[in-house]
C-alpha cells in the first residue's frame, strides 16, 4: 500500500499545499471493498463505465464496478483513452484522486494523447495533486505525444509554483519537445509575462549528469 501521508508531507514542503482530510478519504476508501479477480470479456465496456463513474463522481456506479470486476479495472482506459486518474484530476476532485492512488492507480500511466497524471495536474495548476504525484517519485520527465513534458506545459501555462516543485524533483528544463524543438527554458525566455519562471529554472544548475534527460 503507497503511503500517501509521506507524499503529502512532500508536497506541504515544496508547494505548501493544504493537507487532504484524511478521515473523509479512510472512510471513503473503506466504504469500496476490492474482491474477487475480474474476468476478461468485459474489460472494454466495464472499464469505460467505470471511468465514467469517476468522471461524474457516481460513487455507487464505480463501487458496483470495483466489486464485480476488481482493482485492475482502475488502470482500464475508456473508448477514448483516458484513465479515471486522469480524469480524476482534471476534474479537480480530490476525494477521487486520493482514492484512485490509493486503491492502486498507476501514477505514470498515459491517458488520451499521452497525457500523464502529472502532465495532467500541471496543465491545470492542480498544485496539490502535483505533490502527491511528485511524492510517490513518478517519471518527471515522461512526455505526451507532442514531446511535452510537465514542466514544459507549467512553463506554458505560467504555473510558477508548480514550475518549481518540478525542478526541486530533478526535471531537466532543457528537454525539447517535438511540436516545436523547444524546452521549458526556451519557452520562458520567450514569454515576458512571467520573467519568475525563467528566473527559476535559470537558478537551477545544469549538470553533466543530466546528459539532456531526467527521466527516472
Same mark, same amino acid.
Given at each position: 500500500? $503507497?503511503?500517501? #501521508? @509521506?507524499?503529502?508531507?512532500?508536497?506541504?514542503i515544496v508547494l505548501g499545499a493544504k493537507s487532504m482530510n484524511?478521515?473523509?478519504?479512510?472512510?471513503?476508501?473503506?466504504?469500496?471493498?476490492?474482491?474477487?479477480?475480474?474476468?476478461?470479456?468485459?474489460?472494454?465496456?466495464? %472499464?469505460?463505465?467505470?471511468?465514467?463513474?469517476?468522471?461524474?463522481? *457516481?460513487?455507487?456506479?464505480?463501487?458496483?464496478?470495483?466489486?464485480?470486476?476488481?482493482?485492475?479495472?482502475?488502470? @482500464?482506459?475508456?473508448?477514448? /483513452?483516458? @484513465?479515471?486518474?486522469?480524469?480524476?484530476?482534471?476534474?479537480? =476532485?480530490? *476525494?477521487? @484522486?486520493?482514492?484512485?492512488?490509493?486503491?492502486?492507480? *498507476?501514477?505514470?500511466?498515459?491517458?488520451?494523447? %499521452?497525457?500523464?497524471?502529472?502532465?495532467?495536474?500541471?496543465?491545470?495548476?492542480?498544485?496539490?495533486?502535483? /505533490?502527491?504525484? +511528485?511524492? $510517490?517519485?513518478?517519471?518527471?520527465?515522461?512526455?505526451?505525444?507532442? /514531446?511535452? !513534458?510537465? +514542466?514544459?506545459?507549467?512553463?506554458?501555462?505560467?504555473?510558477? #509554483?508548480?514550475?518549481? &516543485?518540478?525542478?526541486? &524533483?530533478?526535471?531537466?528544463?532543457?528537454? !525539447?519537445?517535438?511540436?516545436?524543438?523547444?524546452?521549458?527554458? *526556451?519557452?520562458?525566455?520567450? =514569454?515576458?509575462?512571467?520573467?519568475?519562471? $525563467?528566473?527559476?529554472?535559470?537558478?537551477?544548475?545544469? !549538470?553533466?549528469?543530466?546528459?539532456? =534527460?531526467?527521466? #527516472?
Amino acid at each position: 500500500m $503507497l503511503c500517501y #501521508r @509521506t507524499a503529502i508531507k512532500r508536497a506541504n514542503i515544496v508547494l505548501g499545499a493544504k493537507s487532504m482530510n484524511w478521515l473523509k478519504f479512510a472512510a471513503a476508501a473503506a466504504a469500496i471493498s476490492l474482491v474477487a479477480a475480474p474476468g476478461a470479456a468485459q474489460y472494454a465496456s466495464d %472499464g469505460a463505465a467505470f471511468v465514467e463513474a469517476v468522471r461524474k463522481s *457516481d460513487g455507487s456506479a464505480a463501487k458496483k464496478i470495483l466489486e464485480e470486476r476488481g482493482p485492475a479495472i482502475i488502470n @482500464t482506459r475508456d473508448y477514448e /483513452g483516458n @484513465t479515471a486518474l486522469v480524469v480524476a484530476i482534471n476534474n479537480r =476532485d480530490e *476525494d477521487w @484522486t486520493a482514492f484512485l492512488l490509493q486503491q492502486g492507480a *498507476d501514477p505514470n500511466l498515459a491517458s488520451k494523447g %499521452g497525457e500523464t497524471p502529472l502532465i495532467a495536474a500541471s496543465r491545470i495548476g492542480y498544485d496539490d495533486a502535483v /505533490g502527491w504525484l +511528485l511524492g $510517490l517519485n513518478v517519471k518527471v520527465d515522461a512526455a505526451n505525444k507532442m /514531446g511535452e !513534458t510537465a +514542466l514544459i506545459i507549467a512553463v506554458q501555462q505560467r504555473h510558477p #509554483r508548480i514550475v518549481r &516543485a518540478l525542478l526541486a &524533483a530533478g526535471a531537466n528544463p532543457d528537454k !525539447t519537445d517535438a511540436a516545436a524543438g523547444l524546452s521549458a527554458r *526556451d519557452y520562458a525566455k520567450r =514569454d515576458t509575462r512571467s520573467r519568475e519562471i $525563467l528566473q527559476l529554472i535559470e537558478a537551477r544548475k545544469i !549538470t553533466a549528469a543530466d546528459g539532456g =534527460d531526467t527521466s #527516472r
